[in-house]
Each structure stands twice: as C-alpha cells, then as structure tokens.
C-alpha cells in the first residue's frame, strides 16, 4: 500500500469512529463517509484489523479485525474501526472526540493465510499465528509478538488462549495452524 493509500485508511478508520460518536451523542443523522477510495484500497482484497492505543503509556484500547475480505476494504476499515472502538467487550466505549484524539490508530492489512505443519515454521515478530480447534478460532498478529520474551511455544499459547484453550491445542488432532504476515502501519509512522 503507498502512503497515499495508508493515509487515506488511517482517516477513514478515524472519520467513522468519530461519526459514530457524533451519532450516539446527538440527534443528528451520521455523518457520511462520502471520501472516494484510492484505487489501490478498492483493488485490495485482504483482512483488515484496527487497534486502538494510547499515545501515553501506548496501551491497547481496542482491536477488532476481519481475518479475510468481508466486502471492500474501504468498508470493512469503517467497520472494524467502530467495533474497536464501541465493542470490543475488553475495553470501556470511547466515550469523547477528546478520548479520540488521544489515541493512535494502527492498520494491519493481513496476507492470505497459509497452513502450516509445525511451529518450526513461524518467525516472531514476521508472522501471526492463527488456529482452528473445536470449533473455535484464535489469532495474534505478527506485532503482538514484539518486544516480548515470548518462544514461538509461548506465542503460540497464547494464540490458543484466544481460541478459548491455555495449552499446546495446535499439536491436538483436528487443529489446523496457520501463519501469515502484515502490513502494518500507524498515525505515528506516518507523522
């Protein structure tokens, strides 16, 4: 993606958390996010998430994504934004513009996902894991993994931890383990 078309994804994850705020706070209808996409942003066919953060202390304040293209990524931006923002059920509602502006907001535009046989295959800090077991399906993104003390093992764990479980449950028969990167981008990278 060119910083044209990060730009432009950055502003339309913040327009539609501020026009849902603008919604939920008055009368008013919502505001349209009437801004054309890019080329690029209407060609690209991936998964999107959105992560919230406090400049100060850079806490995780919400992060909601769609592991593959639901519709168009300019619509699904709009949408994994508001969630993050508005229910993510670890975190309270933002509450204000003022909260908003507060916050960085971080893009992660998701390779296709490949399937994988070990976790000799993963690289920390290059890939995120997701898996598949019981019927549930757990995910960390490549970043997640950075700046930790974590093994692949323990990655991995934790991945397992989003899919409900707190073991090894990618070695569990029937469980299917996939890698994949990001592109990853930020309000402060593109200061």
Same mark, same amino acid.
């Given at each position: 993606m060119t910083t044209q078309g990060r730009q432009w994804l950055l502003q339309r994850a913040r327009s539609a958390i501020e026009a849902q705020l603008v *919604? !939920? &706070?008055s009368s *008013? !209808? &919502?505001?349209?996010l009437d801004t054309p996409a890019p080329s690029e942003v209407r060609r690209a066919k991936c998964g999107v998430f959105v992560s919230l953060h406090t400049r100060e202390g850079n806490d995780l304040r919400g992060c909601v994504g769609y592991l593959h293209r639901r519709r168009s990524l300019d619509r699904d931006v709009v949408a994994v934004a508001?969630?993050?923002?508005?229910?993510?059920?670890?975190?309270?509602?933002i509450a204000s513009a003022e909260e908003l502006s507060a916050m960085d907001i971080e893009i992660s535009l998701l390779s296709p996902f490949e399937i994988i046989d070990s976790e000799n295959q993963i690289v920390l800090g290059i890939h995120g894991a997701c898996v598949e077991v019981d019927g549930r399906t757990g995910l960390l993104l490549p970043q997640?993994?950075?700046?930790?003390t974590w093994s692949v093992e323990d990655f991995l764990i934790h991945v397992c931890g989003k899919a409900g479980r707190r073991d090894a449950c990618w070695r569990q028969p029937g469980a299917i383990l996939y890698?994949?990167?990001?592109?990853?981008?930020?309000d402060r990278s593109l200061r």
């Open positions: *919604q !939920e &706070r *008013q !209808e &919502r505001p349209e508001q969630q993050a923002a508005f229910t993510d059920h670890r975190f309270a509602s997640v993994a950075e700046g930790r890698r994949f990167t990001a592109e990853v981008f930020d």
